[in-house]
């Protein structure tokens, strides 16, 4: 029994890793807090300087595409310098994140 556990836990992080964009909900936390927070509040409950959806009301589509616009360069507000060090990994691990915050 042991040995096929190993040997599934293995295949699961193997597809994991070898999934791209594969979504990290530790890594959407962590750059959460450390880039995003201060704007959008720890919850995603603040409307960023009076300027933007509350993050904790959007799809997880909706977060992915509104950060995609911005890296693009397509919609330009205050918040675009913390978004555009985005990767997609990124992108995909914050909407995982705040998703968990509603
Ligand atoms: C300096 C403050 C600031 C920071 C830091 C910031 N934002 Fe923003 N964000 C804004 C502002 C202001 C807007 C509204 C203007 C606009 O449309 O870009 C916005 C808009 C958004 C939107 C679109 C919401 C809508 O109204 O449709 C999303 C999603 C978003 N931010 C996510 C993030 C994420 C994720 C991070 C962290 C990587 C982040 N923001 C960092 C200020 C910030």
Redesign the pocket.
Known sequence: MKTSYSTLAIAALTLCTATAGYADLERGKR??NQ??A???GKQGEKS??D???L?NT?KTD??IT??QA?KAGE?????????N??SEE??KS??EY?ETLK
């Open positions: 750059l959460f880039s995003c201060m704007c959008h960023a300087l300027q933007s959806a993050l959007l909706e977060i509104a950060l911005r919609i330009v507000g205050a918040g675009n310098a913390a978004k060090r985005l990124d992108m914050l909407a705040i």
